[in-house]
């Protein structure tokens, strides 16, 4: 049992009235976060990236084919870009188009009448000096540094700051391709890994090489990347649900050895998410952990790997429990995004807490699978020292403004949480691994989530999740002892917020069903003091001789 201060209290009371205020959004913020008109009429099924990267003059250049299917006739098309990068040229069928651009989108007139049905495709020329990234992977761009040993070491990572940031593309959650081709040109004789499956590589007689990687499943925009190096290769092959899963591992040249030891912990992590969250998603495009200059980061079958063949999060416990070192945080994390962000992506940035809650989440549960349920616990209940309570988790949609950090420790709580509520863990097993099969390569609102679970649990937590995810208050329990009697009440909570707290009193346990009105019971044992279920996650506080209403 474990209770909170009072000044911790008073802090997130404080801190939780701040998310009513809200941010100014542009119409750039609009043309990026909405599915408007010069993007609803179409959806994609195909991209073929082609492209050139040159370390020398740390540009870009080359194509991207989008291909399509067209919903209902239009004739204005939506492309994203960002700056500063540009488009050269837009064909459709070997016709150069009329584009005008709008900041970072770029509005492609076509001339072919878009009829429904139709499955047609552009092509669009492009070239310039991408976004360098200041601090990978927290701002967008494109790492360009050396390894020890001299040679180029580069690598892509956009998330937030969207795709757009180094390819052309239709830079929206909602909408993936079915399956795309990456083909990759670099110097000789640096090595490309990217999402998917290599297919083949050509030599060039101008000392460049092209690494062509297809991806068969879909995917979404941010997960896809570039990673150049002078990487060596080693694999393993994992027996999963499904069978055999190649298990594909790029590293430098000079950490090939420690990496062979520390990878370990990959199949480590199959093991416990295909128990909990059902077998992994992209068995055709094999599991790859590719080695790169900054943390790491979720690329959708090339999770990449920069955590310094350490465990914990940069040699640090992210829960302060003692059991984040047990395990490479990046590692664990990053992986399980291909469930929880790869295969079940948001459909608007506003739902990003989808993917970070569900794994903040699975970090505690490799910790149930590897070294059991008392342990988990510990581990989850330790990151709540990193929830601000700044705004609620989920964001604004049709505006690219995703929610509080607190979607990855507040979010893992709430789902901790919700486990006690439901009480069986098979049950609730069954309901993460449910997710994944209903949900399975699919785009999703965090509604469509929230009704599953409520659905499957049969449990009325509509208030739960109001107040968890839109809502930046942690709930209150206040309660007040007067001789033999317990008054109590939820506050600082959403209307019609009842999830039931249970406590201890006097060394006596009682299961509470507060409402935000006042309730009360006798009490079987001596009056003493209130102790709410640690793996609970909300605040108490006692009134007695403060007075009441």
Same mark, same amino acid.
């Given at each position: 049992?474990?209770?909170?201060?009072?000044?911790?209290?008073?802090?997130?009371?404080?801190?939780?009235?701040?998310?009513?205020?809200?941010?100014?959004?542009?119409? #750039?913020?609009?043309? =990026?976060?909405?599915?408007?008109? /010069?993007?609803? @009429?179409?959806?994609?099924?195909?991209? %073929?990236?082609? *492209?050139?990267?040159?370390?020398?003059?740390?540009?870009?250049?080359?194509?991207?084919?989008?291909?399509?299917?067209?919903?209902?006739?239009?004739?204005?098309?939506?492309?994203?870009?960002?700056?500063?990068?540009?488009?050269?040229?837009?064909?459709?069928?070997?016709?150069?188009?009329?584009?005008?651009?709008?900041?970072?989108?770029?509005?492609?007139?076509?001339?072919?009448?878009?009829?429904?049905?139709?499955?047609?495709?552009?092509?669009?020329?492009?070239?310039?000096?991408? #976004?360098?990234?200041? =601090?990978?992977?927290?701002?967008? /761009?494109?790492? @360009?540094?050396?390894?020890?040993?001299? %040679?180029?070491? *580069?690598?892509?990572?956009?998330?937030?700051?969207?795709?757009?940031?180094?390819?052309?593309?239709?830079?929206?959650?909602?909408?993936?391709?079915?399956?795309?081709?990456?083909?990759?040109?670099?110097?000789?004789?640096?090595?490309?890994?990217?999402?998917?499956?290599?297919?083949?590589?050509?030599?060039?007689?101008?000392?460049?090489?092209?690494?062509?990687?297809?991806?068969?499943?879909?995917?979404?925009?941010?997960?896809?990347?570039?990673?150049?190096?002078?990487?060596?290769?080693?694999?393993?092959?994992?027996?999963?649900?499904?069978?055999?899963?190649?298990?594909?591992?790029?590293?430098?040249?000079?950490?090939?050895?420690?990496?062979?030891?520390?990878?370990?912990?990959?199949?480590?992590?199959?093991?416990?998410?295909?128990?909990?969250?059902?077998?992994?998603?992209?068995?055709?495009?094999?599991?790859?952990?590719?080695?790169?200059?900054?943390?790491?980061?979720?690329?959708?079958?090339?999770?990449?790997?920069?955590?310094?063949?350490?465990?914990?999060?940069?040699?640090?416990?992210?829960?302060?429990?003692?059991?984040?070192?047990?395990?490479?945080?990046?590692?664990?994390?990053?992986?399980?995004?291909?469930?929880?962000?790869?295969?079940?992506?948001?459909?608007?940035?506003?739902?990003?807490?989808?993917?970070?809650?569900?794994?903040?989440?699975?970090?505690?549960?490799?910790?149930?699978?590897?070294?059991?349920?008392?342990?988990?616990?510990?581990?989850?209940?330790?990151?709540?020292?990193?929830?601000?309570?700044?705004?609620?988790?989920?964001?604004?949609?049709?505006?690219?403004?995703?929610?509080?950090?607190?979607?990855?420790?507040?979010?893992?709580?709430?789902?901790?949480?919700?486990?006690?509520?439901?009480?069986?863990?098979?049950?609730?097993?069954?309901?993460?691994?449910?997710?994944?099969?209903?949900?399975?390569?699919?785009?999703?609102?965090?509604?469509?989530?929230?009704?599953?679970?409520?659905?499957?649990?049969?449990?009325?937590?509509?208030?739960?999740?109001?107040?968890?995810?839109?809502?930046?208050?942690?709930?209150?329990?206040?309660?007040?002892?007067?001789?033999?009697?317990?008054?109590?009440?939820?506050?600082?909570?959403?209307?019609?917020?009842?999830?039931?707290?249970?406590?201890?009193?006097?060394?006596?346990?009682?299961?509470?069903?507060?409402?935000?009105?006042?309730?009360?019971?006798?009490?079987?044992?001596?009056?003493?003091?209130?102790?709410?279920?640690?793996?609970?996650?909300?605040?108490?506080?006692?009134?007695?001789?403060?007075?009441?209403?």
């Amino acid at each position: 049992m474990k209770r909170f201060g009072i000044a911790c209290l008073i802090a997130m009371l404080l801190t939780g009235s701040l998310y009513a205020q809200q941010p100014t959004f542009t119409h #750039q913020d609009t043309l =990026r976060g909405s599915i408007g008109p /010069g993007r609803a @009429w179409w959806d994609l099924t195909y991209y %073929h990236l082609d *492209i050139k990267v040159d370390p020398g003059t740390k540009t870009i250049a080359g194509q991207n084919t989008i291909a399509y299917r067209v919903l209902k006739p239009h004739q204005l098309m939506q492309v994203d870009l960002q700056p500063p990068l540009s488009i050269t040229e837009v064909t459709q069928d070997g016709r150069a188009l009329d584009v005008r651009r709008d900041g970072n989108a770029w509005f492609v007139a076509l001339k072919k009448t878009q009829k429904s049905g139709a499955l047609n495709r552009i092509v669009v020329s492009y070239e310039g000096v991408p #976004q360098v990234s200041k =601090r990978p992977p927290w701002s967008g /761009g494109i790492t @360009w540094t050396e390894d020890g040993n001299g %040679h180029d070491f *580069i690598a892509t990572a956009n998330q937030g700051d969207g795709a757009s940031l180094w390819w052309p593309c239709k830079d929206h959650p909602a909408d993936e391709p079915d399956s795309m081709l990456m083909s990759i040109n670099v110097p000789a004789p640096l090595t490309d890994v990217s999402n998917g499956r290599l297919r083949h590589v050509e030599e060039k007689n101008d000392g460049t090489r092209t690494f062509h990687w297809f991806v068969s499943n879909p995917i979404n925009h941010y997960g896809v990347n570039i990673n150049i190096g002078d990487y060596v290769h080693f694999g393993e092959v994992y027996q999963g649900e499904r069978g055999p899963l190649d298990c594909d591992y790029w590293v430098l040249r000079e950490n090939l050895e420690k990496a062979k030891v520390h990878f370990k912990d990959a199949t480590r992590m199959l093991a416990a998410f295909e128990h909990w969250f059902g077998p992994y998603p992209f068995y055709e495009d094999s599991y790859k952990l590719v080695e790169v200059p900054y943390p790491g980061m979720e690329h959708q079958s090339s999770v990449t790997y920069g955590n310094g063949y350490a465990n914990g999060f940069g040699g640090r416990d992210q829960s302060r429990s003692g059991w984040g070192l047990k395990f490479d945080f990046i590692i664990i994390h990053e992986s399980g995004h291909e469930w929880f962000a790869n295969s079940i992506s948001n459909n608007d940035a506003a739902e990003m807490w989808v993917h970070e809650a569900f794994i903040a989440y699975s970090e505690n549960l490799f910790v149930d699978y590897h070294y059991g349920k008392a342990a988990s616990a510990e581990y989850v209940l330790g990151t709540r020292a990193n929830i601000s309570h700044d705004r609620p988790i989920a964001g604004i949609r049709g505006v690219n403004y995703s929610g509080s950090g607190d979607m990855y420790a507040k979010g893992a709580n709430m789902l901790h949480t919700l486990r006690q509520m439901i009480g069986n863990d098979e049950k609730w097993r069954n309901i993460l691994r449910g997710l994944n099969a209903t949900f399975y390569h699919q785009t999703v609102s965090g509604d469509q989530i929230e009704a599953y679970i409520i659905e499957k649990s049969g449990l009325d937590l509509t208030a739960f999740f109001d107040q968890y995810v839109r809502d930046a208050r942690l709930p209150v329990l206040e309660y007040a002892f007067e001789k033999n009697v317990l008054r109590y009440r939820w506050t600082q909570c959403v209307r019609g917020f009842n999830m039931p707290a249970p406590v201890r009193i006097g060394g006596v346990d009682y299961v509470l069903k507060p409402t935000s009105r006042w309730q009360s019971i006798d009490l079987t044992g001596p009056v003493s003091r209130l102790v709410l279920d640690r793996d609970y996650y909300a605040a108490t506080l006692n009134i007695t001789g403060l007075g009441t209403e």
